[in-house]
Protein backbone atom coordinates (compact mmCIF):
# COMPACT_ATOMS: atom_id res chain seq x y z
CA UNK A 1 0.00 0.00 0.00
CA UNK A 2 1.49 3.51 -1.08
CA UNK A 3 -0.03 5.57 2.16
CA UNK A 4 1.06 3.42 4.49
CA UNK A 5 3.92 5.40 7.07
CA UNK A 6 6.66 3.10 7.43
CA UNK A 7 8.29 5.86 9.25
CA UNK A 8 9.03 8.94 11.24
CA UNK A 9 12.00 10.58 12.39
CA UNK A 10 12.50 13.56 14.32
CA UNK A 11 15.75 16.03 14.47
CA UNK A 12 16.23 18.66 16.45
CA UNK A 13 17.40 21.70 14.27
CA UNK A 14 17.75 25.96 14.40
CA UNK A 15 14.80 28.51 14.00
CA UNK A 16 15.43 31.71 12.46
CA UNK A 17 16.61 32.66 16.20
CA UNK A 18 19.60 30.23 16.55
CA UNK A 19 16.72 28.38 18.75
CA UNK A 20 16.27 24.29 18.84
CA UNK A 21 13.37 23.20 16.67
CA UNK A 22 11.68 19.99 16.29
CA UNK A 23 11.75 18.79 12.67
CA UNK A 24 9.84 15.87 11.33
CA UNK A 25 10.47 13.21 8.10
CA UNK A 26 7.59 10.85 7.64
CA UNK A 27 8.26 8.07 5.50
CA UNK A 28 5.66 5.86 3.05
CA UNK A 29 5.67 2.53 2.31
CA UNK A 30 5.87 3.99 -1.82
CA UNK A 31 9.58 5.69 -0.52
CA UNK A 32 7.97 9.33 -0.43
CA UNK A 33 9.52 11.33 1.85
CA UNK A 34 8.20 14.84 3.66
CA UNK A 35 9.79 17.00 6.01
CA UNK A 36 8.21 19.89 8.69
CA UNK A 37 9.58 21.82 10.76
CA UNK A 38 8.05 23.56 13.83
CA UNK A 39 7.88 27.50 14.18
CA UNK A 40 8.28 28.95 18.13
CA UNK A 41 6.92 32.18 19.63
CA UNK A 42 8.41 34.52 21.90
CA UNK A 43 5.63 36.51 22.99
CA UNK A 44 3.42 33.63 23.18
CA UNK A 45 0.27 33.22 25.57
CA UNK A 46 -0.11 31.50 28.58
CA UNK A 47 -3.05 29.82 27.10
CA UNK A 48 -1.36 28.09 24.39
CA UNK A 49 -0.52 23.96 23.93
CA UNK A 50 2.73 23.50 25.88
CA UNK A 51 5.76 23.62 23.45
CA UNK A 52 8.16 20.73 25.09
CA UNK A 53 11.89 22.22 25.92
CA UNK A 54 14.31 19.84 28.13
CA UNK A 55 15.10 22.90 31.02
CA UNK A 56 19.01 21.09 30.70
CA UNK A 57 20.91 24.68 31.08
CA UNK A 58 24.33 23.52 30.03
CA UNK A 59 22.07 23.13 26.30
CA UNK A 60 21.03 25.84 24.64
CA UNK A 61 20.01 27.54 28.15
CA UNK A 62 17.64 25.10 28.10
CA UNK A 63 15.87 25.68 25.35
CA UNK A 64 17.01 22.41 23.58
CA UNK A 65 13.94 20.01 22.43
CA UNK A 66 15.57 16.72 22.54
CA UNK A 67 12.70 15.27 24.78
CA UNK A 68 10.07 16.41 21.94
CA UNK A 69 12.28 14.47 19.24
CA UNK A 70 12.66 11.92 21.45
CA UNK A 71 8.95 11.60 22.36
CA UNK A 72 8.29 11.58 18.44
CA UNK A 73 10.59 8.71 17.62
CA UNK A 74 9.88 6.43 20.62
CA UNK A 75 6.53 6.92 21.79
CA UNK A 76 4.25 8.56 18.73
CA UNK A 77 6.61 6.90 16.07
CA UNK A 78 5.96 3.20 17.05
CA UNK A 79 1.54 4.36 17.60
CA UNK A 80 1.53 5.24 13.91
CA UNK A 81 3.67 3.03 11.81
CA UNK A 82 1.37 1.42 9.62
CA UNK A 83 -1.26 4.36 9.53
CA UNK A 84 -2.49 5.71 6.03
CA UNK A 85 -1.35 9.06 5.91
CA UNK A 86 -4.81 10.03 4.41
CA UNK A 87 -6.30 9.60 7.42
CA UNK A 88 -5.07 12.97 9.37
CA UNK A 89 -7.85 13.66 11.24
CA UNK A 90 -7.80 9.70 12.83
CA UNK A 91 -3.88 10.32 13.30
CA UNK A 92 -4.00 13.92 14.73
CA UNK A 93 -6.56 12.71 17.26
CA UNK A 94 -4.50 9.42 18.21
CA UNK A 95 -1.75 11.66 19.06
CA UNK A 96 -4.10 13.40 21.46
CA UNK A 97 -5.03 9.75 22.70
CA UNK A 98 -1.57 9.29 23.57
CA UNK A 99 -0.50 12.65 25.07
CA UNK A 100 -3.89 12.58 27.45
CA UNK A 101 -3.23 16.48 28.84
CA UNK A 102 -5.81 19.15 28.18
CA UNK A 103 -2.12 20.95 27.05
CA UNK A 104 -0.23 18.50 25.37
CA UNK A 105 2.24 18.63 27.98
CA UNK A 106 3.35 15.16 28.25
CA UNK A 107 4.07 14.76 24.28
CA UNK A 108 4.45 18.72 23.62
CA UNK A 109 2.63 20.13 21.25
CA UNK A 110 5.84 20.64 18.94
CA UNK A 111 6.53 16.82 19.10
CA UNK A 112 2.62 15.99 18.20
CA UNK A 113 2.64 19.57 15.49
CA UNK A 114 6.02 18.19 13.43
CA UNK A 115 4.24 14.85 12.71
CA UNK A 116 1.21 16.10 12.30
CA UNK A 117 2.42 18.62 9.37
CA UNK A 118 4.81 15.81 8.06
CA UNK A 119 1.67 13.61 7.68
CA UNK A 120 0.03 15.83 6.33
CA UNK A 121 2.55 16.54 3.35
CA UNK A 122 3.45 13.02 2.64
CA UNK A 123 -0.10 12.94 1.95
CA UNK A 124 -0.18 15.63 -0.97
CA UNK A 125 2.70 14.14 -2.40
CA UNK A 126 1.51 10.65 -2.64
CA UNK A 127 -1.36 11.85 -3.90
CA UNK A 128 -0.02 13.78 -6.47
CA UNK A 129 -1.33 17.42 -5.40
CA UNK A 130 -0.35 20.60 -4.22
CA UNK A 131 -0.42 20.99 -0.72
CA UNK A 132 -3.28 23.48 -0.93
CA UNK A 133 -5.87 21.41 -3.05
CA UNK A 134 -4.48 18.40 -1.10
CA UNK A 135 -6.10 20.34 2.22
CA UNK A 136 -8.49 22.71 0.23
CA UNK A 137 -10.16 20.80 -2.46
CA UNK A 138 -10.16 21.20 -6.18
CA UNK A 139 -12.14 24.41 -5.83
CA UNK A 140 -9.38 25.50 -3.73
CA UNK A 141 -8.05 29.59 -5.42
CA UNK A 142 -8.13 32.21 -3.20
CA UNK A 143 -4.81 34.07 -2.44
CA UNK A 144 -4.78 36.25 0.57
CA UNK A 145 -3.71 39.61 1.41
CA UNK A 146 -0.12 39.90 2.41
CA UNK A 147 -0.25 41.95 5.89
CA UNK A 148 3.60 42.44 5.89
CA UNK A 149 5.07 43.52 9.24
CA UNK A 150 7.49 46.14 7.98
CA UNK A 151 8.47 47.55 11.71
CA UNK A 152 8.93 45.17 14.85
CA UNK A 153 8.89 46.63 18.12
CA UNK A 154 8.06 45.19 21.59
CA UNK A 155 9.65 41.85 22.28
CA UNK A 156 10.32 41.52 18.91
CA UNK A 157 13.21 44.05 18.55
CA UNK A 158 16.07 46.20 20.55
CA UNK A 159 13.75 49.14 20.54
CA UNK A 160 13.67 51.37 23.22
CA UNK A 161 10.07 53.34 21.77
CA UNK A 162 7.21 52.04 20.53
CA UNK A 163 5.04 49.66 22.83
CA UNK A 164 3.39 48.09 19.98
CA UNK A 165 4.70 45.09 18.69
CA UNK A 166 3.97 44.76 15.24
CA UNK A 167 3.18 47.72 12.43
CA UNK A 168 2.15 46.18 9.38
CA UNK A 169 1.05 47.75 5.73
CA UNK A 170 -2.23 45.55 3.96
CA UNK A 171 -2.01 46.30 -0.02
CA UNK A 172 -5.58 44.96 -0.31
CA UNK A 173 -6.32 47.40 -2.90
CA UNK A 174 -3.82 45.52 -5.88
CA UNK A 175 -5.71 43.17 -8.29
CA UNK A 176 -3.65 39.98 -8.01
CA UNK A 177 -1.04 38.40 -5.01
CA UNK A 178 1.71 39.58 -7.13
CA UNK A 179 0.83 42.58 -7.59
CA UNK A 180 -0.04 43.32 -3.64
CA UNK A 181 3.36 41.60 -2.96
CA UNK A 182 5.41 43.89 -5.35
CA UNK A 183 3.45 46.84 -3.56
CA UNK A 184 4.79 46.03 -0.39
CA UNK A 185 8.33 45.46 -1.49
CA UNK A 186 8.12 49.02 -2.80
CA UNK A 187 6.50 50.45 0.44
CA UNK A 188 9.01 48.32 2.39
CA UNK A 189 12.33 49.97 0.48
CA UNK A 190 10.96 53.38 0.27
CA UNK A 191 10.55 53.07 4.29
CA UNK A 192 14.26 52.19 4.18
CA UNK A 193 14.96 55.16 2.43
CA UNK A 194 12.83 57.24 4.76
CA UNK A 195 14.26 55.87 7.75
CA UNK A 196 17.85 55.98 5.98
CA UNK A 197 17.09 59.75 5.24
CA UNK A 198 16.08 60.74 8.85
CA UNK A 199 19.56 59.13 10.20
CA UNK A 200 17.61 56.08 11.63
CA UNK A 201 18.55 52.77 12.31
CA UNK A 202 17.41 50.07 9.22
CA UNK A 203 18.31 46.84 11.37
CA UNK A 204 15.79 44.51 11.27
CA UNK A 205 13.60 43.06 14.53
CA UNK A 206 12.73 39.26 14.69
CA UNK A 207 9.96 39.43 11.75
CA UNK A 208 12.36 41.55 8.77
CA UNK A 209 10.57 44.76 9.92
CA UNK A 210 12.80 47.86 10.51
CA UNK A 211 13.37 48.11 14.18
CA UNK A 212 14.63 51.74 14.82
CA UNK A 213 14.06 53.67 18.28
CA UNK A 214 11.18 56.28 17.62
CA UNK A 215 9.26 59.01 20.75
CA UNK A 216 5.74 57.39 20.21
CA UNK A 217 3.13 55.02 19.25
CA UNK A 218 2.25 57.34 16.40
CA UNK A 219 5.64 57.54 14.75
CA UNK A 220 5.57 54.42 13.12
CA UNK A 221 2.49 55.15 11.45
CA UNK A 222 3.88 58.06 10.05
CA UNK A 223 6.44 56.88 8.83
CA UNK A 224 4.67 53.80 7.15
CA UNK A 225 2.05 56.21 5.90
CA UNK A 226 5.11 58.71 4.31
CA UNK A 227 6.64 55.68 2.87
CA UNK A 228 3.18 54.39 1.27
CA UNK A 229 3.37 57.44 -0.61
CA UNK A 230 6.83 57.27 -1.83
CA UNK A 231 5.85 54.29 -3.34
CA UNK A 232 3.39 56.39 -5.51
CA UNK A 233 0.76 54.42 -3.66
CA UNK A 234 -2.11 55.48 -1.33
CA UNK A 235 -2.51 54.66 1.77
CA UNK A 236 -6.53 53.69 2.36
CA UNK A 237 -7.35 52.91 -1.19
CA UNK A 238 -4.39 50.76 -2.24
CA UNK A 239 -3.06 49.92 1.54
CA UNK A 240 -4.11 49.70 4.99
CA UNK A 241 -2.70 49.29 7.78
CA UNK A 242 -3.06 46.79 10.52
CA UNK A 243 -1.28 46.55 14.01
CA UNK A 244 -0.51 44.04 16.67
CA UNK A 245 0.53 45.58 19.84
CA UNK A 246 0.55 42.60 21.54
CA UNK A 247 -0.70 44.31 24.67
CA UNK A 248 -0.30 41.41 26.80
CA UNK A 249 2.76 42.26 27.09
CA UNK A 250 2.52 45.56 28.27
CA UNK A 251 0.09 44.59 30.78
CA UNK A 252 1.15 45.45 34.20
CA UNK A 253 -1.67 44.77 37.47
CA UNK A 254 -4.48 45.49 35.28
CA UNK A 255 -3.27 48.57 33.50
CA UNK A 256 -1.99 49.10 30.14
CA UNK A 257 1.73 50.29 30.76
CA UNK A 258 3.02 53.00 27.13
CA UNK A 259 6.56 53.25 28.19
CA UNK A 260 6.95 56.02 25.28
CA UNK A 261 3.93 57.82 26.24
CA UNK A 262 4.79 57.57 29.81
CA UNK A 263 1.10 56.40 30.39
CA UNK A 264 -0.80 54.26 32.08
CA UNK A 265 -4.38 53.16 30.55
CA UNK A 266 -7.51 51.61 31.71
CA UNK A 267 -8.97 49.13 29.09
CA UNK A 268 -11.72 51.74 28.48
CA UNK A 269 -9.35 54.48 28.24
CA UNK A 270 -6.98 51.78 25.90
CA UNK A 271 -10.00 51.28 23.30
CA UNK A 272 -10.62 55.32 23.50
CA UNK A 273 -6.98 55.23 23.28
CA UNK A 274 -7.05 53.04 19.91
CA UNK A 275 -10.12 54.71 18.05
CA UNK A 276 -8.64 58.21 17.61
CA UNK A 277 -5.44 55.53 15.50
CA UNK A 278 -8.39 54.24 13.59
CA UNK A 279 -10.05 58.07 13.35
CA UNK A 280 -6.42 59.05 12.08
CA UNK A 281 -5.40 56.38 10.29
CA UNK A 282 -6.52 53.74 7.53
CA UNK A 283 -6.45 51.23 9.69
CA UNK A 284 -8.64 47.74 8.27
CA UNK A 285 -7.27 45.47 11.20
CA UNK A 286 -6.41 45.27 15.04
CA UNK A 287 -4.71 42.24 17.09
CA UNK A 288 -4.12 41.15 20.57
CA UNK A 289 -5.34 45.54 21.33
CA UNK A 290 -5.75 43.82 24.99
CA UNK A 291 -5.13 41.51 27.09
CA UNK A 292 -5.11 37.92 27.09
CA UNK A 293 -7.69 37.75 29.89
CA UNK A 294 -8.82 41.12 29.85
CA UNK A 295 -12.47 39.44 28.35
CA UNK A 296 -14.40 42.62 30.29
CA UNK A 297 -12.08 44.69 27.69
CA UNK A 298 -12.59 43.29 24.97
CA UNK A 299 -16.13 43.36 25.09
CA UNK A 300 -15.81 47.26 24.99
CA UNK A 301 -13.29 46.84 22.43
CA UNK A 302 -15.75 45.21 20.47
CA UNK A 303 -18.89 47.37 21.12
CA UNK A 304 -16.98 50.75 20.24
CA UNK A 305 -14.71 49.12 17.28
CA UNK A 306 -16.18 45.95 16.00
CA UNK A 307 -18.44 47.40 13.69
CA UNK A 308 -15.43 49.13 11.74
CA UNK A 309 -12.65 47.40 11.23
CA UNK A 310 -11.38 43.49 11.70
CA UNK A 311 -10.61 42.99 15.62
CA UNK A 312 -8.11 39.82 16.06
CA UNK A 313 -7.83 37.86 19.18
CA UNK A 314 -4.20 36.27 19.67
CA UNK A 315 -3.42 35.36 22.89
CA UNK A 316 -6.92 35.95 23.97
CA UNK A 317 -7.84 32.46 21.74
CA UNK A 318 -4.93 31.01 21.06
CA UNK A 319 -6.02 29.03 18.21
CA UNK A 320 -8.57 26.97 20.66
CA UNK A 321 -12.12 26.36 20.13
CA UNK A 322 -13.11 26.75 23.65
CA UNK A 323 -11.50 29.91 23.88
CA UNK A 324 -12.79 31.24 20.53
CA UNK A 325 -16.29 30.06 21.31
CA UNK A 326 -15.99 32.29 24.53
CA UNK A 327 -15.27 35.18 22.78
CA UNK A 328 -18.08 34.37 20.31
CA UNK A 329 -20.35 33.89 23.23
CA UNK A 330 -19.65 37.57 24.52
CA UNK A 331 -19.07 39.13 21.42
CA UNK A 332 -15.47 39.84 22.53
CA UNK A 333 -14.00 40.07 18.78
CA UNK A 334 -14.33 39.50 15.49
CA UNK A 335 -11.65 37.34 14.20
CA UNK A 336 -9.08 34.76 15.90
CA UNK A 337 -5.71 34.83 14.69
CA UNK A 338 -4.43 30.99 13.62
CA UNK A 339 -1.08 29.86 14.59
CA UNK A 340 -0.72 25.93 14.42
CA UNK A 341 1.71 25.38 17.17
CA UNK A 342 -0.88 27.32 19.64
CA UNK A 343 -2.97 24.33 19.53
CA UNK A 344 -0.91 22.18 18.05
CA UNK A 345 -1.87 19.91 15.01
CA UNK A 346 -3.92 20.11 11.79
CA UNK A 347 -6.53 19.07 12.38
CA UNK A 348 -7.34 21.13 16.02
CA UNK A 349 -6.23 24.47 13.54
CA UNK A 350 -8.73 23.72 10.61
CA UNK A 351 -11.40 23.48 13.72
CA UNK A 352 -10.81 26.63 14.80
CA UNK A 353 -10.55 28.07 11.00
CA UNK A 354 -14.50 25.92 10.50
CA UNK A 355 -15.72 27.48 13.48
CA UNK A 356 -14.64 31.35 12.80
CA UNK A 357 -15.83 31.64 9.33
CA UNK A 358 -18.98 29.68 10.06
CA UNK A 359 -19.82 32.35 12.34
CA UNK A 360 -18.96 35.15 10.28
CA UNK A 361 -15.24 36.33 12.04
CA UNK A 362 -12.31 36.47 10.32
CA UNK A 363 -9.37 33.63 10.37
CA UNK A 364 -5.97 35.71 10.03
CA UNK A 365 -3.52 33.14 9.69
CA UNK A 366 0.01 33.43 11.13
CA UNK A 367 3.78 32.72 11.35
CA UNK A 368 5.78 33.06 14.63
CA UNK A 369 8.80 35.34 15.12
CA UNK A 370 10.74 32.32 15.63
CA UNK A 371 10.09 30.51 12.14
CA UNK A 372 12.04 28.39 9.60
CA UNK A 373 11.51 28.10 6.12
CA UNK A 374 8.56 25.57 6.41
CA UNK A 375 5.97 27.36 4.22
CA UNK A 376 3.14 25.15 5.24
CA UNK A 377 0.88 28.01 6.29
CA UNK A 378 1.02 29.33 2.82
CA UNK A 379 -0.59 26.36 1.74
CA UNK A 380 -3.17 26.47 3.92
CA UNK A 381 -4.69 29.70 4.06
CA UNK A 382 -5.10 29.44 0.36
CA UNK A 383 -6.92 25.54 1.39
CA UNK A 384 -9.13 27.64 3.47
CA UNK A 385 -9.51 30.56 1.71
CA UNK A 386 -8.84 32.13 4.82
CA UNK A 387 -7.88 35.47 2.98
CA UNK A 388 -5.22 37.29 4.56
CA UNK A 389 -1.94 36.06 5.80
CA UNK A 390 1.07 37.94 8.15
CA UNK A 391 4.41 36.23 7.83
CA UNK A 392 6.59 38.89 8.61
CA UNK A 393 8.68 41.79 6.07
CA UNK A 394 9.96 40.84 2.60
CA UNK A 395 13.04 39.74 4.08
CA UNK A 396 14.93 37.41 6.26
CA UNK A 397 14.72 33.24 4.14
CA UNK A 398 12.41 32.17 6.11
CA UNK A 399 9.37 34.79 6.26
CA UNK A 400 10.09 35.19 2.26
CA UNK A 401 9.36 31.57 1.65
CA UNK A 402 6.06 32.00 2.55
CA UNK A 403 5.41 35.21 0.59
CA UNK A 404 7.23 32.96 -2.15
CA UNK A 405 5.11 29.84 -1.86
CA UNK A 406 2.25 31.80 -2.68
CA UNK A 407 3.47 33.53 -5.71
CA UNK A 408 4.40 29.94 -7.07
CA UNK A 409 0.62 29.05 -5.91
CA UNK A 410 -1.03 32.10 -7.88
CA UNK A 411 1.26 30.55 -11.09
CA UNK A 412 0.57 27.30 -10.38
CA UNK A 413 -3.93 28.43 -10.14
CA UNK A 414 -3.05 30.31 -13.26
CA UNK A 415 -6.14 32.48 -14.73
CA UNK A 416 -8.10 30.17 -12.02
CA UNK A 417 -6.45 32.45 -8.76
CA UNK A 418 -8.17 34.71 -7.17
CA UNK A 419 -6.91 37.91 -4.72
CA UNK A 420 -8.93 38.03 -1.46
CA UNK A 421 -8.33 42.00 -1.80
CA UNK A 422 -10.79 44.24 0.08
CA UNK A 423 -13.13 41.47 0.83
CA UNK A 424 -10.83 39.34 2.91
CA UNK A 425 -11.59 42.14 5.92
CA UNK A 426 -14.52 41.29 8.00
CA UNK A 427 -15.63 44.57 7.94
CA UNK A 428 -14.15 45.09 4.33
CA UNK A 429 -12.25 48.01 4.36
CA UNK A 430 -13.31 52.13 4.82
CA UNK A 431 -11.50 53.59 1.58
P1 LIG B 1 5.15 35.53 18.54
O1 LIG B 1 4.55 36.88 17.93
O2 LIG B 1 5.30 34.56 17.47
O3 LIG B 1 6.45 36.00 19.14
O4 LIG B 1 4.17 35.10 19.60
C1 LIG B 1 3.57 36.88 16.96
C2 LIG B 1 2.32 37.52 17.42
O5 LIG B 1 2.20 37.98 18.59
O6 LIG B 1 1.37 37.59 16.65
ZN1 LIG C 1 -0.09 38.60 18.00
Known amino acids: MDFEIVDLNAIEIMDSRGNPTVEVECTLSCGIKA ?3 VPSGASTGVHEALELRDGD ?18 IIAPEL ?14 MLELDGTPNKSKLGANAILGVSLAVARAGSHVCDLPLFAYLGGSCANSLPVPNMNIMNGGCHANWQG ?29 L ?4 KDKGMSVGVGDEGGF ?15 KAIEQAGLKAGPDVGIAADPASTEFYKNGKYVLNTEKRELTSAEMVAYYKDLVADYPFCLLEDGLA ?18 ELVGDDLFVTNVERIQRGIDENCANSALIKLNQIGSLTETIAAIRLVIRKGWGAFVSHR ?11 MVVGFDCGKIKTGAPARGERVEKYNQLLRIENTLGTAARYAGKNAYVRGVRF
Not at 81 to 94: N, T
Not at 192 to 195: E, P, Q, T
Not at 369 to 379: N, R, W, Y
Open 211 to 225: APQVSSNREPLDLIV
Open 35 to 37: RAG
Open 192 to 195: KALL
Open 81 to 94: IGADCREQAAIDLE
Open 369 to 379: SGETVDSFIAD
Open 162 to 190: ADFQEFMIAPYGASSFRESFEWGCEVYHA
Open 292 to 309: EDDWEGWKILNAELGQTI
Open 57 to 74: KKRFGGKGVLKAVNNVNE
